[in-house]
């Protein structure tokens, strides 16, 4: 049995075909041609959130980009991205349950996040970068008394982010109730995780390693290397019999000419607060929906805020027989790869093999230097984006929404309708929050709950306002 599973006839190794190459190539066990034939069109296709993070990717890079090997279906989304432009960016946000809603604190209004895929990139690497596996700290639902409140803590540097030992100071804000240890009823209550991103500008570092080799790149010299190096595997390949691959890589080096000889450049917006300079600090909340348990609530610079989440990040060329070539291209380089691949299928041998080998380097190549966690640590550097960043739980969504708002500074609060609705105890407990005197008679439980979402939103608004250095003159 296992003497014909691991037999390599001459089938396995010049494949279904027969040619002999033009380098002999060694002997083939039957199982590994078999396996290897179909691996690539199992695992490498593209899926419903391939034109969300082709989006994402875009808006990271400034640039379209295919690789050595795109998946089978990438090269027509770059196609129809050409072709509807809005439409396809409109469209590829929700893709696959992928969209993110907004809540603008300070201005009340509800959109649909613009960049949900660069947003998710960023947030990421800034939570691994800023807190590692620190958990997040629980909030008091408790005032501390007059006398035991700690002392201010300095301002949160963008340089580098001050220790974890000054947040430690900060649950110290609750009273000897525990309000900051694990409870007997935590099993039960729902808890919701607060992510604060305070975004602003930095003094401009040395561009690090990677970002010298993607100048060099992008370069003419390297885009003439690099064009050199494929079409030198796509010889090689060919050498060996591995006629499909060696198509492939034809067909992907072509593509990435394509790919950089569109203009993708950047809004007249990016990055820029289109606001008046009275209202540059942003309060944004983020969370997948309405109903969520892991919320990232962004402030600092409106316009690095309002950009990552409300703008556009990259505009497409006007040039309608620039967008109309290249868009053309891709849809008939997506039916080259598809022939490509399902002829290794059908061939096997040692272009089974190679097309295996290809992805191995396509993968090595994509997510080893350039994952999501190095293109959004890219943007960061080369924007000069400096971000502080804390994780909070609060046992309660009330007592959050009090504290954003708190923190906000302002009066509108239309923007939480969605979330906690309006509602007579709602509304006797915002104007408690605003310092107004209730002159409403509530009922006793009414009362009771009215006492400890105040108290608990008030307190985290005290550690929210000195982990991030924000006067509580800020109050509304």
Known sequence: MLSEIFSSGSEARLGSLGIPPFIPVPALPNIIAEWAAILPLVCHLATQRDDYLTTGDIALRGRL????????????????????????????????????????????????????????????????????????????????????RPPQLPHLSFEKPSPRSNISRISSCGDDSGANRPRKDDGVRRNQVLHVYKLGYCAQRRPSLGRRLDRIGLSVPGRILWSSLLLALAVFFALFGSYGTSVLVLCSSVSELVAQGVAVRRPSTYLKNTEAEAHNDACMLVASHQNAMEWHLFIGDRGVVDTLLNKPMFVLPDRRSAGVFAAAWFWAANLLQFAAMTFVAAQKGWDGVSMVVLLAVHWALRWLPHGDRYLASDWVEREGIGADVRSFEFTGRTAMMGAIQILAGNACTRWMDDILVPHARREAWLKCLRGEDLTEKLEPRDALWLDFALEGSRAAANVLMQTFGIPETARP
Not at 101 to 106: A, L
């Open 65 to 148: 980009c295919v690789g050595v090997f795109p998946r089978l279906g990438t090269l027509s989304g770059l196609g129809r991205l050409l072709e509807r432009k809005n439409k396809y960016l409109d469209s590829a946000s929700g893709r696959a349950g992928s969209s993110r809603t907004v809540w603008d604190v300070k201005w009340g209004s509800v959109f649909p996040c613009a960049n949900g895929a660069a947003c998710a990139a960023i947030t990421r690497y800034l939570r691994s970068r800023d807190q590692a596996s620190a958990p997040p700290l629980r909030m008091p639902e408790r005032l501390s008394p007059p006398d035991s």
